[in-house]
């Protein structure tokens, strides 16, 4: 029989840990408040500027600008989204595991580089085979503007100068606040998702051919780069969003989680306890009886 | 198709942050790259960089002014898109003065 004071201190313990994620959880949701405002604000943006993109690509050929040409892929370079901080659940697991098993498959038709912001992915591939080009962790919710300019900048430099023939970024999406998605998307080459733009305007599309101004090429040499760059901060703050809603649920369920054991060990100990009394009083009872014989 | 210029065109100003400005006014005024352009419902289809300077969008009670840093505007017969990086209104003013005070 397992003493009393050893279960005693035991529901006391899973109760302390219990406050802690209990803490967790209410800064996870208020962190998570801040990030999804930030993302759906965003979102008017990221919805739009790929439209225009697939607006632009109607009228300039592939061949006309680098970033929209397609290569073979015998380089490529992956970028892989994850969190500073464990405790978020399947958050970060889910998301290295679709990745590796992608780029391994990648990695048989051709050489795969990779990118690694968060301190998860940075352990994760610390004994696999592809090179890392760079790795952002620590403090990745601090990462400014400049940081993301100049990471976009790098990789439209190399894919220009044909040492990068592709780039495919993973990360999560914040798809809904109970689960995120992995999603794994091309950035390098732009591919505009021309479908759509051509189904908005039907017949009408040669009549609106536009103006441009400056002239076509120069245009889209500026917001080609700018395109990507947003593109690129939106992953991230999509992954942000989704990894403080991972946190969230995660620290709810082990509440509830430890709020079980408490009741079960509350249980055990109640029994122990009744137990004990009952064998003191018949213990108590058979020594009157025995007294009483005499 | 002279026949049905549209009479207002709608303004959407949008940023990374938030969506400025999205309401139907009578014209715009651009900064572009070699000086200001403005637009009237029904303008030609336009893609266009921009500079950095003040948006201007004329209502018919009173106007509205954005300064903007740079980005690019997609304008139709009816309608305006203007995509920037980085641009403030006149209420972020003043939300930021109030948070001086």
Redesign the interface.
């Known amino acids: 029989m397992p003493a009393l004071i050893d279960l005693r201190r035991r529901i006391r313990s899973v109760r302390n840990t219990q406050q802690i994620t209990q803490a967790m959880k209410t800064v996870a949701t208020a962190k998570l408040k801040k990030a999804q405002r930030?993302v759906l604000?965003?979102r008017?943006?990221?919805h739009?500027?790929p439209d225009?993109i697939s607006?632009?690509a109607l009228w300039v050929t592939r061949e006309s600008h680098p970033l929209l040409s397609k290569r073979k892929e015998k380089k490529i370079i992956g970028i892989v989204i994850t969190s500073d901080k464990g405790l978020c659940g399947a958050f970060n697991s889910n998301l290295l595991e679709e990745a590796k098993s992608y780029f391994e498959e990648k990695s048989q038709t051709s050489d795969v580089r990779l990118v690694l912001i968060g301190k998860k992915a940075r352990s994760f591939f610390k004994n696999s085979p592809y090179t890392v080009e760079r790795s952002y962790s620590d403090a990745i919710q601090k990462l400014t503007e400049e940081d993301f300019n100049d990471l976009a900048q790098l990789l439209i430099h190399k894919y220009l100068f044909h040492k990068v023939d592709a780039v495919y970024v993973a990360y999560n999406e914040f798809k809904s606040i109970l689960a995120p998605r992995v999603t794994i998307a091309k950035i390098l080459p732009i591919e505009p998702p021309e479908k759509k733009a051509k189904d908005a305007y039907g017949d009408e599309l040669e009549?609106?051919?536009?103006?441009?101004?400056?002239a076509m090429i120069p245009?889209i040499q500026?917001?080609l780069p700018?395109y990507i760059k947003?593109q690129f901060?939106?992953f991230f703050f999509e992954s942000f969003a989704a990894e403080h809603a991972a946190r969230m649920m995660a620290m709810d369920n082990a509440t509830k989680n430890a709020e079980d054991l408490v009741e079960e060990l509350t249980m055990d100990l109640n029994k122990i306890r009744q137990a004990g009394i009952t064998k003191e009083l018949l213990e108590i009872m058979t020594a009157v009886e025995a007294l009483a014989k005499k | 198709m002279s026949e049905n210029i549209p009479s207002t065109l709608r303004v959407k100003v949008i940023t990374p942050q938030k969506l400025l400005f999205d309401e139907e006014v009578q014209e715009i005024s651009l900064p572009g790259m070699d000086g200001y352009l403005g637009i009237l419902p029904g303008h030609r289809p336009l893609i266009t960089a921009i500079g950095e300077g003040n948006i201007t969008c004329r209502r018919r009670r009173g106007e509205e002014q954005f300064f903007i840093h740079g980005g690019y505007a997609r304008v139709m017969p009816g309608q305006v898109l203007v995509f920037t990086e980085l641009g403030r209104g006149e209420s972020d003013k003043e939300s930021d003065n109030n948070v001086e005070g």
């Open positions: 930030t604000e965003a008017p943006y990221w739009s500027s225009l607006e632009i009549y609106l051919f536009p103006d441009w101004e400056p245009l500026t917001l700018l947003s901060r939106h």
